[in-house]
């Protein structure tokens, strides 16, 4: 079977989590081929997320692995069969992988949380907003590159906004809902879609202003999307060259306490609605 040249991100971390339960078990790349009957350039191929692997012989590497938690392997079982070829895919070639990535991680996710300092997150940004954002771009994006981000980034709204929407929090600091990233009109539209959006049951928006006690403590960017379990979480960072994607355990768990620290500081979404109500006349 031919490698892949291009795995997903879902692909990747089905790799990872083979290869931290291999070397939790004590084992070699070599040792674990000899257990499945395989080559070891098999199990590094599995590893790197370049081969796949069938549900038979990924239940056979856990048990030789001594992984007890059925509902951890069943999770990852479902990672290793699953063939959805989501909408995102008409982008391939045409956009950053980061980008599909994303895509694909907000289809499986359970939950959403989000913390934004600077701009309004992207699942809530207006038309005009993510226009406006994208094209602050350097180097700057041709016509057609920008309209294929924007029309991106509007087909992702469905995890918040399609039939079967997602659990969503996100924390927006003031700073974020001030800066003009175009003009009054596009501000005063992206606050009015703020609020319509915070009606919602499954969405919970809160605001750090700036006057608010604590702000070391929402001092970054970040999203944290659950998965099918806790240990299959991942936090979404912000980098010059595209997102980054975390998923150790420790790395999870203090990303859960930053989240908590964050909410508790911010005003809670009644006062948020408030807030920003009195934002919009301002403007």
């Avoid at 997320?49 to 999770?75: M, N, P, Q, W």
Wanted: hydrophobic residues 45%; neutral net charge; contains cysteine.
């Amino acid at each position: 079977m031919a490698l892949r040249r291009e795995p997903t991100a879902r692909q990747t971390r089905l790799a990872v989590e083979l290869r931290r339960l291999r070397e939790a078990a004590g084992l070699n790349a070599r040792e674990a081929a000899a257990l499945l009957g395989v080559s070891p350039a098999q199990i590094t191929h599995i590893e790197s997320a370049l081969a796949g692997v069938s549900e038979k012989r990924l239940r056979r590497l856990a048990s030789h692995y001594a992984c007890t938690d059925e509902e951890f392997i069943d999770a990852l079982v479902a990672m290793a069969t699953d063939r959805t070829r989501g909408w995102w895919e008409e982008y391939r070639g045409l956009l950053p992988t980061s980008f599909l990535d994303l895509s694909e991680l907000d289809h499986h996710a359970s939950f959403r949380r989000e913390v934004a300092i600077l701009f309004v997150p992207g699942l809530l940004q207006t038309e005009d907003y993510a226009r406006a954002v994208f094209s602050s771009r350097v180097p700057e994006l041709t016509y057609e590159e920008l309209e294929l981000r924007i029309r991106h980034r509007i087909a992702r709204r469905a995890v918040i906004e399609g039939p079967s929407p997602i659990p969503y929090e996100v924390v927006i600091h003031e700073a974020a809902l001030r800066i003009r990233v175009s003009d009054r009109a596009t501000s005063q539209a992206q606050l009015a879609r703020l609020l319509e959006l915070s009606e919602a049951d499954h969405i919970t928006l809160r605001v750090i202003p700036f006057d608010l006690d604590g702000f070391a403590r929402a001092s970054s960017t970040m999203t944290y999307v659950g998965g099918p379990l806790p240990k299959l979480d991942t936090v979404v960072r912000d980098a010059p060259h595209g997102s980054v994607l975390i998923d150790s355990e420790a790395q999870l768990n203090a990303y859960r306490t930053r989240l908590h620290k964050v909410e508790a500081v911010s005003l809670a979404p009644e006062r948020s609605r408030a807030f920003i109500h009195e934002l919009a006349k301002e403007l």
